[in-house]
């Protein structure tokens, strides 16, 4: 059990979700209990790197992940040149983490590798298809999510950066990512600096979780008692939407970001790239 870390069940489940919506076994696996207390780190003790060693098994426990079809359309680009992490910080923004962390993990969804394995075996490589680019990018989120419960097991701490797809025209010819490979999400890894951040509460199982067939039926119900358990943040889009001291509850920010398309261009880089979308 890490520092911090509860191996009540009861517990962890209140803690995901402001309450004790059932009643978990009274004991669970380690291993249980840690997925169930994953959170996220965005301050990193400076100048303490990752052990090569730990770092190489951190990723052979990413590689340790399910992929379509045993096709393994992923790759990682490991990031520990401060300047590179740097520039990264630079051009996304808001999250200084990002420049804190000794290592920064690039997860890409590859289909290259599977157009030069047809090429060696003299076949034509028939899926360059939408259904490829989401079979890519499951595999990469796959191994990605194991990477960093692994990172949590071992003391480490982990954060996602989605914003990584804001800029992949800068981040694609900065690493070298050549046509087929495309950017799905980064990750930051270091020491922890502080005490462990309080679990993120997650929507509850009544709304995510659907038994037999699809009911939202009770989402408007469900909103107000989970946006009193998040604190107000800070609003999204205030140059679109309008500003708001206050702070905005979870439903009203994450509708205002939804409310503006994001990363329109994508597409059409991803067609530039090589990928089929069809």
Avoid at 69 to 95: E, F, H, N, P, T
Avoid at 138 to 158: K, Q, S
Avoid at 207 to 236: K, M, N, Q, T, W
């Amino acid at each position: 059990t890490l520092p911090g870390m509860s191996s009540d069940p009861a517990a962890l489940i209140r803690a995901r979700y402001g309450d004790l919506p059932f009643q978990p076994p009274s004991e669970v696996a380690p291993g249980l209990a840690a997925v169930l207390d994953r959170r996220v780190t965005r301050r990193y003790r400076p100048g303490e790197p990752v052990p090569e060693p730990l770092l190489r098994t951190l990723l052979a426990a990413a590689q340790s992940a399910p992929s379509k079809s045993d096709l393994q359309q992923y790759s990682v680009i490991v990031l520990q040149d401060a300047q590179k992490i740097a520039q990264i910080a630079r051009w996304i923004g808001g999250m200084d983490w990002i420049a804190e962390a000794p290592v920064f993990l690039l997860f890409c969804g590859d289909i290259r590798r599977g157009r030069r394995i047809c090429e060696i075996r003299g076949r034509e490589h028939a899926n360059d298809n939408l259904d490829t680019f989401l079979n890519a990018s499951v595999d990469a989120a796959l191994a990605m999510a194991h990477l960093a419960m692994a990172a949590d097991a071992a003391g480490l701490g982990t954060c996602p950066i989605s914003y990584v797809r804001n800029h992949v025209e800068r981040i694609a010819p900065l690493l070298g990512l050549p046509r087929g490979v495309f950017p799905v999400a980064g990750l930051t890894l270091g020491w922890p600096a502080v005490a462990r951040n309080a679990p993120s509460p997650r929507l509850p199982q009544s709304v995510v979780v659907h038994r037999e067939r699809y009911d939202d039926s009770g989402l408007e119900a469900a909103l107000p008692a989970y946006d009193a358990l998040r604190p107000p943040a800070r609003p999204r889009y205030p140059e679109i939407h309008g500003p708001k001291p206050e702070g905005c509850a979870w439903s009203e920010n994450a509708a205002r970001q939804l409310a503006v398309p994001e990363r329109f261009g994508l597409r059409a880089w991803l067609r530039h790239r090589g990928l089929g979308l069809d």
